[in-house]
């Protein structure tokens, strides 16, 4: 037991587990490592009966075993969760909490696809409950309009927003990541999407050529953001708007070397003082999404361009 007790991703594993049952997809995103990997150790902590597979709508979720759930249970569970304890403020302890939380939201986003039929949380099961279909219904309201996404990445706003855009300039630095984005434009038979590689601090985007700019989740990857925002802004048309998506203000460094981070995001008065910077008007900061004890709160930030 103790040597298989031994290595790292197994305690890992079972830390992560220890905050409720989780399938290979989402232990997967949690630890940054390859599904097969996750799938061998999970194998071995349950010949050891550490923790329980069980299946539930197609997936198979795995728990702590009730003989290491908690640390009244005997020695084994006293010395895992003294383990757990002493090891809270590791930076890759609390990195593995963060992505944790990051998987728990999505799945709450997600809940038709992931609900079961209890409801021990006191909340009512409503089938076809989903914040993607909610935001999906408000993009109907809106008029047809030009939208830039600046920092497109692979594309799934891009593609969110050319549901009710009339057209959609995608901008992204990475050839590779455009060429994954352009597949799934193509999968999801989505035509109206213009791709084209570009940095955000020099956009190829003539002036005044769109209705709405997005930068969602990109200035926190920006070497001169206030100077993305400037760019943003002008191709912006007069009486158009720029929207911004980003974090809040964290101390979560890892980010830096996992995800290529240049900023721990920015302070809601950072991006106010940046929005008017770059001489929009009406300038509005707020939080999109918070969770308690996740470390990353979404923060919101619009501002108008004056006619």
Not at 16 to 39: H, I, P
Not at 100 to 123: C, I, S
Not at 145 to 174: F, H, N, P, Q
């Amino acid at each position: 037991m103790y040597r298989l007790l031994g290595d790292e991703t197994r305690l890992r594993l079972l830390r992560v587990l220890s905050a409720g049952r989780l399938n290979v997809t989402e232990l997967t995103g949690v630890l940054g490592l390859a599904q097969s990997g996750v799938s061998r150790h999970l194998g071995l902590l349950k010949d050891a009966g550490l923790v329980i597979e069980e299946r539930d709508g197609g997936f198979s979720f795995y728990r702590l075993a009730p003989a290491v759930v908690s640390v009244d249970q005997g020695p084994l569970a006293a010395m895992l969760h003294g383990q757990f304890a002493e090891s809270t403020n590791e930076a890759s302890v609390r990195a593995d909490q963060a992505r944790l939380q990051e998987v728990l939201r999505l799945r709450k986003e997600n809940f038709d696809a992931h609900a079961g039929p209890d409801t021990r949380d006191g909340r009512q099961l409503v089938p076809g409950r989903s914040w993607a279909a909610w935001s999906r219904a408000l993009g109907f309201l809106l008029s047809p309009s030009k939208v830039a996404d600046l920092g497109c990445g692979e594309g799934y706003l891009t593609i969110e927003a050319a549901r009710w855009a009339s057209r959609v300039i995608a901008v992204d630095r990475s050839e590779i990541v455009l060429k994954r984005a352009r597949g799934l434009a193509r999968r999801r038979r989505v035509s109206n999407i213009i791709w084209k590689r570009g940095e955000l601090e020099k956009v190829p985007i003539p002036d005044a050529a769109v209705d709405v700019a997005l930068l969602s989740q990109a200035l926190h990857h920006s070497r001169d953001p206030l100077r993305a925002v400037c760019e943003a802004a002008r191709v912006t048309k007069p009486g158009g708007r720029v929207l911004v998506l980003d974090l809040r203000e964290h101390h979560e460094e890892w980010v830096r070397g996992k995800l290529g981070d240049r900023r721990l995001g920015f302070s809601d008065e950072e991006l106010h003082r940046m929005m008017t910077k770059a001489g929009l008007a009406d300038v509005k900061v707020g939080v999109g999404a918070r969770k308690a004890g996740d470390p990353f709160t979404v923060l919101i930030a619009t501002g108008q361009k004056p006619r």
